[in-house]
């Protein structure tokens, strides 16, 4: 349970394609939930690889979340090697990079 614990989301947005355009109700449920229950305690969410639909998806949702909770949204993009620099660019160490960079390897290769 989140409760009033620090958190972020990471979500590899690889497969995301454009029939996922068509689930607006959910995303913007989703996304309203998250701003208002969580938005005080989300740290970040980290989109990789966000295409041209994820960045089409924030900018119509924009108006339904926060600023504050907007502002928490960080895209890295690039090969594993450039997601571990974004990663660490935004103030996460090797260690703690380590098992995500692993998972994305391994699901790009």
Not at 35 to 50: E, F
Not at 94 to 109: G, L, T
Request: charged fraction near 20%; hydrophobic fraction near 45%.
């Amino acid at each position: 349970m989140l409760g009033t614990q620090l958190w972020m989301w990471i979500i590899d947005c690889k497969y995301v394609s454009s029939k996922h355009m068509a689930h607006v109700k959910t995303w913007v449920t989703v996304l309203r939930r998250l701003s208002d229950k969580y938005g005080l305690t989300l740290q970040a969410i980290y989109l990789i690889n966000a295409g041209p639909i994820i960045k089409t998806i924030i900018g119509a949702f924009t108006p339904f979340i926060t600023k504050e909770f907007t502002s928490n949204i960080v895209k890295l993009n690039g090969s594993p090697l450039e997601l571990l620099e974004g990663f660490k660019g935004t103030g996460w160490t090797m260690p703690e990079c380590e098992p995500i960079i692993r998972r994305i390897q391994a699901d790009y290769v």
